[in-house]
């Protein structure tokens, strides 16, 4: 029912900055939420930020002040805007569409930071 992209991944020194997109392939306004979720060798995925139709930004502990979620609905994409990247954020970001009760997922971008 709903296609998402994600570009903008890439490899980055730590320091450095990298800005995700995420595309839908529909209006985005009536999602109930968006958001990048993230999967580093070894660990589960985890909740890096999301975004509600209001607006409501949430972010794991781990990113807050440094990353930003944002949305821009006539282009029906949703951004991770990531700054102060550091070694550990390596990982394989992948963009989650929520359109209760059911849940999409993009196919991921690789975002690797060097030391």
């Known amino acids: 029912q709903v296609q998402v992209v994600e570009s903008g991944g890439g490899l980055v020194q730590a320091g450095g900055s990298l800005r995700l997109s995420c595309a839908a392939s529909?209006?985005?306004?009536?999602?109930?939420?968006m958001g990048w979720y993230r999967q580093a060798p070894g660990k589960q995925r985890e909740l890096v930020a999301d975004?509600?139709?209001?607006?409501?930004?949430n972010y794991a502990d781990s990113v807050k002040g440094r990353f930003t979620i944002s949305r821009d609905n006539a282009k029906n994409t949703v951004y991770l805007q990531m700054n102060s990247l550091k070694p550990k954020n390596t990982a394989v970001y992948y963009c989650?569409?929520?359109?209760?009760?059911?849940?999409?997922w993009g196919q991921g971008t690789q975002v690797t930071v060097s030391s």
């Open positions: 529909r209006s985005i306004a009536s999602f109930n939420a």
């Open positions: 975004i509600t139709s209001s607006g409501n930004r």
């Open positions: 989650n569409v929520l359109i209760y009760p059911r849940v999409y």
